[in-house]
């Protein structure tokens, strides 16, 4: 398994400003995703963030609505531009350990756009 | 792309009793199913998982049952305890190397005392 913290764990922003979410890994991994949840709903892939390649985004998402960063093995962020109340959300990084199709989740940033 | 349906979206049993909860999945070339349960305010748990060349996987009072023909695969839980109330996701992963995941739209699980 691995262990992954996400910060900050909730925030409350205006509308039109940006918040940069970083996802920490406690072992190197290839692979880390960046999901969306909203309020009472499913999970929905935002996109794959692969170390040393750009980010793979999914029918929906833009890079410059939400661009991501991944410098290293163990660390991601994700920022979300110019908010709107619609971007009210959790917002979830996820890994899959080299070798093994398990995928583990952190805790999630809340974040409510007002 | 996979789509992933699963029923019913809310459950309530009596502690004690079983729970089952079932998705199904459209991609025939998906080959990994994991399920994972949410409590309120924290992140989704890999619970238990699947691959296309089993059919049943037990880790104590929980199972995973996969029909690849049908294209379906179940959860079961015995012996509910008040614990195991949270959200339940199904999900499916196609071949491949992406090991992107499609979710299914959640379980609320409710164990009555």
Known sequence: SAVISQKPSRDICQRGTSLTIQCQVDSQVTMMFWYRQQPGQSL????????????????????????????????????????????????LCSVSPTGTYEQYFGPGTRLTVT | G?????????????????????????????NYFPWYKQELGKGPQLIIDIRSNVGEKKDQRIAVTLNKTAKHFSLHITETQPEDSAVYFCAASPSGSARQLTFGSGTQLTVLP
Do not use: W
């Open chain 2, 2 to 30: 996979e789509n992933v349906e699963q029923h019913p979206s809310t459950l309530s049993v009596q502690e004690g009793d079983s729970a089952v909860i079932k998705c199904t999945y459209s991609d025939s070339a998906s």
């Open chain 1, 44 to 91: 929905t892939l935002i996109a794959t963030a692969n170390q040393g390649s750009e980010a793979t985004y999914e029918s929906g998402f833009v890079i410059d609505k939400f661009p991501i960063s991944r410098p290293n093995l163990t660390f991601s962020t994700l920022t979300v531009s110019n908010m709107s109340p619609e971007d009210s959300s959790i917002y």
